[in-house]
């Protein structure tokens, strides 16, 4: 549950701005129907229901429920509630991640794929893009001071960058490799909490510097932070001996 209650709503504009806490909800309420928690076509908990379990008032969760209703996660029977859609065929789909083979294939993607987003992001973003990137850093600022690694927040981040390209085939990669990446950076948080709070500090940081490159218009930047934070994290978890991904001649 998160730390703000229900006693505390009237104070949530002033503590942490709404469009955070509803970004909280969402990202949690999406992970649960991508993992199965809420079958498709079963009704949500109620309204009062699920404000009164994330701690926020109803118009924050509204929000949060509004975002998922417009990306057909979820829609809504008058008067009966919210329930889970069934998904739609996408023409992007991947394989689940399998071996440690896959999650660093997954990189070598992305590597291409978020490089090319920062230099877009940074000659195309708006104000509104920026305040995305913005409350990504406050969670990720906020889960480093407590020692915790937000692969939500992380997520939100790249996300934000890949909306920023005003290019949609970017977003819609992003996403269809959402449960891939989650792999990834779960793993990656682990390593960095096994190596203590400078690791994570670190991570903050270049997330920071790449935000700071994409403000200022600097693609260039942008994109070559981009790369080494990616590489730095592939890194973590392959300490530096990469899988041979060679396809073998035929025999």
Request: hydrophobic share 40%; glycine share 6%; aromatic share 8%.
């Amino acid at each position: 549950m998160f730390a703000v209650t229900e006693n505390n709503n009237a104070k949530e504009t002033k503590s942490k701005p709404r469009r955070l806490l509803a970004d909280k909800v969402y990202h949690s309420l999406f992970s649960r129907i991508s993992n199965g928690d809420y079958p498709v076509n079963q009704r949500l908990p109620s309204e009062h229901q699920l404000s009164e379990e994330f701690g926020v008032s109803r118009p924050v969760l509204r929000s949060a429920l509004e975002k998922l209703r417009k990306e057909g996660v979820i829609y809504a029977r008058q008067g009966a509630g919210n329930y889970v859609r069934a998904p739609s065929v996408s023409p992007v789909g991947f394989a689940r991640v399998e071996t440690l083979a896959d999650i660093q294939r997954c990189y070598e993607f992305r590597l291409n794929l978020e490089t090319t987003a920062a230099v877009l992001a940074a000659e195309r973003h708006n104000t509104a893009i920026m305040a995305d990137l913005e409350d990504a850093l406050e969670l990720m600022r906020t889960a480093t001071g407590s020692q915790i690694h937000r692969e939500d927040a992380d997520f939100a981040f790249h996300i934000a960058i890949a909306k920023a390209t005003n290019n949609h085939y970017f977003e819609a990669a992003m996403r269809a490799l959402r449960e891939h990446i989650y792999v990834g950076m779960q793993m990656h948080g682990q390593s960095l909490l096994n190596e203590g709070g400078k690791a994570l500090a670190f991570v903050f940081e270049e997330h920071l510097e790449i935000s700071n490159a994409i403000r200022a218009r600097d693609g260039a930047l942008a994109s070559k932070l981009m790369r080494s934070h990616l590489e730095h994290s592939r890194d973590r978890l392959f300490g530096g001996g990469l899988i041979n991904l060679k396809m073998p001649d035929p025999s």
